[in-house]
């Protein structure tokens, strides 16, 4: 492995961290807010570490998977130490664990704050924050790659360490082309709902961090309520929507936005993950009607914002869902474990595992009926063989395995059952708020510092698809 | 760009963090005395005028008190010491008003001590208000509690500010030092990769070239060097090659 490789495009990545943290620092300026100095220094010195290693690495394109791996890894952990040098500068409610606390949540589009009152930070920070989300919705890794002059080889390398096996279904694209649809897809849906939200009467400032969040699949409110705050309906069907179209695999968008609308429902997977979350709005307006709302328009409204906004792994809220009956909680923590499609910017198990776990189950009760039968099971045009089934179900039970054990280390800090669960399942799907004392309404400021270290490693799991990480880990041993 | 711009942009990068550093944390520091003067100068000398104005007032009362068992003479004595007492403090807080609202507050304070003084400015002693208890509890003591509150809410606002400024203070503390630590820290790392690329890019380019020279001069064999930069290194491998293979040819004529 060739450690100047690494520099130079992990630097890469920290200037455009250094290009956000010089817009947070104009913000700064224009509110004359005390956060531009912090925004200031971190800028400059993004700025520097990035742009040195170009002055001595020239480009190069026969990056390996090993490097590239590493690349992606290090890119993600640099991106959160640089993201954390604003808060900890600017002091307040961020010591150093609340700090890398918050810049992780903020990179791997967790959405889960430490801060007790989010509305007397700064403009020009809350809108680092919510940039922080935007870098690393699409991540970081292809922001990297669309200003890498060496675009070819290199970056499908970089990028594979971000997809689910099915996650590639729809990318049947040349690397560069399916990273300018990326691109073009995420800035333009970033530009809908900034506009939608505009509309709907929300100020400049709000509609682009509230979007930035929305689109990333983050949940980084600029107020202390969320979206409750705004207490309005078109705020809310205009979040919603587009919740529900960065839920959806990106390649599907830009087919869908080219005039093949059909092309999403024909997709085994966003079909699940359509009628999955309709279903899952249904069950939860029952079960909070009458109980929590008396009027039904109240409760499918605030059903669908939670499930969507959980089941998208955004984790913006509109009620306090740890108040709902015990059964709309675990309909929700289904939704915080499932996450949305591969492809996009949530987190979670991903429905296409989902998807590929009841392929797998159905073969083997098919098989344990017929031993005999030839059973070739097939999601959508792809036929999924045996490794990938294998991948896919180890997948979900690590997964699975990593939120219970960081639950265990969690109540053996002190933390209630319920709130070490909920919060551990939501940091590993980058969903935000879970239930106790980290709702929907509440933060994480209760959690004790070593437990905080626990979720951020959650989160950094989950986001890098645990094995990125454990490779990056074991990189030494890597043939 | 060549090495010397390489190395130059180095210790350029180093010092630059380390002046951004020390240029904030001097000007933190300096916005923390202006604080500390101000946090004296406006609210502290508030707060002071106000407990000694409380401290007049009480003296005031026993007065009072003294003239309604009948001692004129001494009553009025204490009376017009504190009085004079209470002006001057009062005077002191009327001319630092620098909260917003604050001079509500001591416009407060002047029309209740006003309605206070009204009632022991009259006389006392030889009147049908000497030793009647009901009238002081009645009137005098509740306007003496008026007064009272009046400052002690003009004392709670400047209280405030001043814990609010200190808190500032911490908060500014902080922020004078974190900067240093980060430069420190920043600067390690930045070492470390400087002093990776210098013996990558630099050092191991001038190895391989005298490994080469050497190879040449021992054995005979082509000089050759690999240089992945085009700088002044890839300049002298590339100079050192055409005369080795010049004294290559010529040996061979």
Redesign the interface.
């Known amino acids: 492995m060739r450690?100047?490789i690494i520099?130079r495009y992990s630097g890469l990545i920290l200037l455009f961290n250094a290009l956000f943290l010089f817009i947070s620092c104009l913000i700064s300026l224009i509110y004359m807010d005390q956060a531009l100095?912090?925004l200031f220094?971190s800028a400059?010195?993004a700025c520097?570490?990035g742009a040195?290693?170009l002055?001595?690495?020239?480009s190069v394109d026969d990056i390996t998977n090993k490097e590239g791996f590493t690349i992606v890894v290090s890119s993600w952990l640099l991106s959160c130490l640089v993201g954390l040098?604003p808060y900890?500068?600017?002091?307040?409610e961020f010591t150093l664990t609340n700090a890398w606390f918050e810049s992780v949540s903020g990179f791997t589009t967790t959405g889960s704050s430490i801060l007790t009152n989010v509305e007397a930070l700064p403009k020009g920070l809350l809108f680092w924050r919510s940039s922080t989300h935007w870098i690393g919705g699409i991540g970081i890794i292809i922001f990297a790659l669309s200003v890498m002059p060496s675009m070819g080889r290199a970056g499908m390398v970089l990028y594979r360490a971000e997809m689910s096996p099915l996650g590639m279904e729809n990318f049947h694209y040349r690397t560069k082309k399916t990273l300018k649809i990326l691109v073009t897809v995420y800035v333009g849906l970033t530009l809908a709902e900034t506009l939608g939200l505009l509309l709907c009467g929300m100020n400049l400032f709000d509609a682009v961090t509230q979007s930035f969040a929305t689109i990333a699949t983050g949940g980084f409110s600029t107020k202390n309520n969320s979206i409750a705050y705004f207490a309005s309906l078109p705020v809310e069907m205009v979040i919603m929507a587009f919740m529900v179209l960065s839920g959806l695999h990106f390649g599907l968008l830009f087919t869908a936005v080219r005039g093949k609308i059909a092309e999403i429902w024909r997709s085994p997977v966003s079909r699940y993950y359509i009628l999955a979350m309709g279903a899952g709005l249904l069950i939860t307006a029952l079960d909070i009607h009458g109980t929590r709302y008396p009027a039904w328009t109240d409760s499918f409204r605030y059903a669908a914002f939670q499930v969507i906004s959980l089941g998208t792994t955004t984790g913006f809220a509109t009620a306090d869902s740890t108040l709902w009956p015990i059964f709309s909680q675990l309909i929700l923590i289904f939704f915080t474990l499932q996450g949305a499609c591969a492809g996009s910017t949530s987190g979670g198990i991903k429905t296409d595992r989902v998807v590929l776990f009841w392929k797998g189950l159905t073969k083997r009760i098919t098989k344990t009926r017929h031993p005999h039968a030839v059973i070739a099971p097939k999601i959508g045009d792809l036929a999924v063989d045996g490794e990938m089934l294998e991948v896919g179900l180890l997948y979900i039970v690590l997964y699975i395995g990593v939120v219970f054990g960081s639950s265990l280390i969690l109540t053996a800090l002190g933390v209630d059952a319920m709130s070490a669960f909920s919060g551990s399942a939501a940091a590993m799907g980058g969903v935000g708020p879970g239930f106790g004392i980290v709702g929907s309404m509440g933060n994480y400021s209760l959690i004790p510092d070593p437990g905080k270290w626990v979720l951020t490693i959650d989160m950094l799991l989950g986001r890098l698809e645990i094995f990125a990480l454990i490779m990056f880990v074991t990189a030494r041993s890597w043939k | 760009?060549g090495i010397r711009?390489?190395i130059l942009?180095?210790f350029l990068?180093l010092a630059?963090?380390l002046f951004?550093?020390g240029g904030?944390s001097i000007?933190e520091l300096t916005t923390i005395g202006a604080s500390v003067q101000r946090l004296l100068d406006d609210n502290y000398k508030s707060v002071n005028a106000a407990r000694s104005m409380i401290e007049a007032l009480e003296r005031e009362d026993s007065a009072i008190l003294l003239l309604l068992s009948g001692n004129r003479k001494e009553g009025r004595e204490i009376i017009e010491t504190a009085d004079l007492s209470f002006q001057q403090e009062f005077r002191i807080a009327q001319k630092n008003v620098t909260i917003p609202g604050e001079k509500a507050y001591v416009d407060n304070v002047e029309k209740a001590y006003k309605n206070y003084k009204d009632l022991w400015e009259k006389p006392i002693v030889g009147t049908d208000r000497e030793r009647n208890l009901d009238y002081y509890f009645r009137e005098v003591h509740q306007s003496f509690l008026d007064v009272k509150s009046a400052i002690e809410r003009l004392m709670t606002l400047n209280d405030g500010v001043m814990y609010e400024t200190a808190s500032n203070l911490e908060?500014r503390a902080?922020?004078a030092v974190?900067?240093g630590i980060?430069a420190i820290l920043?600067a390690l790392?930045?070492t470390f990769?400087?002093n990776?690329?210098i013996n990558?890019?630099l050092v191991g380019p001038i190895i391989r070239i005298t490994k080469g020279i050497q190879a040449f001069l021992d054995t005979g064999e082509t000089f050759q060097a690999k240089i992945?930069?085009?700088d002044e290194l890839s300049l002298l491998a590339s100079s050192l090659q055409q005369l080795v293979s010049r004294s290559l040819n010529r040996d061979e004529i």
């Not at chain 1, 900890?88 to 307040?92: D, R």
């Open positions: 450690p100047h520099f100095m912090p220094y400059v010195i520097l570490f040195f290693p002055l001595f690495v020239p040098v900890i500068l600017y002091g307040g | 760009m711009g390489k942009f180095g990068v630059g963090m951004l550093a904030w000007y908060n902080h922020r974190m900067p980060v920043a790392i930045f990769v400087f990776y690329f990558y890019y992945e930069t085009k």
